[in-house]
């Protein structure tokens, strides 16, 4: 793994304003992987755009992070039915 592939979890915590304890908590959740390396911690830069998502949600909206994950699985499950519509409306093409 690179140094472009993570970031420190105390450079993202002190650039977006969040506190290490939510970080720890995602990764208790299992919402996002931290990675060790020298002593350190690392956020991996695949989960970059889902912790900015669940940042926001925690201290703009307010949601703990049970709700947090309880909204990425709802969320999941949306994308996954609107694969399998856009999967079935392909295949009823065919017959048009």
Known sequence: ???DEIIPVETFCSYYH???TFIETLELHGLISI???ENQRFILM???ADLEKYSRMYYELNINVPGIEA???LLEKIRQLQQETEALKARLRIYE
Do not use: H, T, W
């Open 1 to 3: 793994m690179s140094d």
């Open 35 to 37: 990675s060790n390396r």
């Open 18 to 20: 969040v506190e290490r």
């Open 46 to 48: 695949d989960d970059m």
């Open 71 to 73: 909204l990425n699985n």
